[in-house]
């Protein structure tokens, strides 16, 4: 979920609410990060966690929330009965947004150009990913 972060602990209230959703049931992670950011490209969700996430701060594990009995995780007791399980929420926005450095990156139409000259440069296969 990418979000405009209007406060401190925004991120942790926008994942619960996500995992308080009826949908919610059927999700065992949810992971935050600021509109920078492209929630459906892995590689900058990754990103965003390993350059914004303190893990004692930023992460939560909760336990005996409500799962779904289709589970396969779950003991075979849990798949027949209350389904409850453990959830984990990444809050991967800026800390203190308003002192964090923001990210500097070259114009589109330039990483576009590099993009497609990147073969000629003789540096090896371009990842296609970069911002």
């Known amino acids: 979920m990418a979000i405009d972060k209007l406060y401190e602990g ?27 950011i492209d929630p459906f490209n892995p590689a900058e ?4 966690v390993a350059t914004r996430v303190q893990p004692h701060r930023d992460i939560e594990i909760m336990s ?6 289709l589970d396969p995780s779950l003991p075979k007791e849990e798949q ?14 800026r800390y203190d947004a ?3 450095a923001r990210v500097c990156l070259p ?3 330039v990483m576009a150009q590099v993009d497609k000259d990147w073969e000629r440069y003789g540096i090896g296969k371009s990842s296609g990913n970069r911002q």
């Not at 027949?80 to 926005?93: F, N």
């Open 80 to 93: 027949e009965g209350p389904a409850r399980t453990s959830k984990i929420l990444i809050d991967a926005t």
């Open 107 to 109: 114009a589109r139409d």
């Open 98 to 100: 308003k002192d964090f």
């Open 10 to 36: 925004y991120g942790k209230m926008v994942g619960l609410a996500i995992f308080g959703s009826p949908p919610g049931r059927h999700i065992k992670q949810v992971t935050v990060v600021d509109d920078d």
């Open 45 to 48: 969700v990754e990103w965003a």
């Open 64 to 69: 005996g929330l409500t799962g779904i009995f």
